[in-house]
Nanobody
Framework: VQLQASGGGLVQAGGSLRLSCLAS????????MGWFRQAPGKEREFVAA????????FYADSVKGRFTISRDNAENTVYLQMNSLKPEDTAVYYC???????????????????WGQGTLVTVSS
């Protein structure tokens, strides 16, 4: 499966952005999906994940209550709605697909099999 992330940009602190990740292929609806981010000079970190069915989600503590992950299996797309953005949210955001997670939502990047190219989010203070 190929993943293409979009929707990044420059936003002021307190603002909102919605990221999208379009997947190719007919197996998207069977994969758990995740969003990760990598800030300059830092390691990639987990942001959010959603079960293949869309009914279960999992968030990093740093974004809980501000970010919402969702998916539309008919459109082969996963979204990340980001509200109340902070300068520390500045990073390249990546979407990823987990083929084998099943009922488990995983926060380790090595659990994910396919990755998008990333989209840059910059939050100014």
């Amino acid at each position: 499966v190929q993943l293409q992330a979009s929707g990044g940009g420059l936003v002021q602190a307190g603002g909102s952005l919605r990221l999208s990740c379009l997947a190719s292929g007919r197996t998207f609806s069977s994969y758990n999906m995740g969003w990760f981010r990598q800030a300059p000079g830092k390691e990639r970190e987990f942001v959010a994940a959603i079960k293949w069915s869309g009914g279960v989600t999992f968030y990093a503590d740093s974004v809980k209550g501000r970010f919402t992950i969702s998916r539309d299996n008919a459109e082969n797309t996963v979204y990340l709605q980001m509200n109340s953005l902070k300068p520390e949210d500045t990073a390249v955001y990546y979407c990823a697909a987990d083929r084998w997670g099943g009922s488990r939502l995983r926060g380790r990047s090595d659990a994910y099999d396919y990755w998008g190219q990333g989209t840059l989010v910059t939050v100014s203070s």
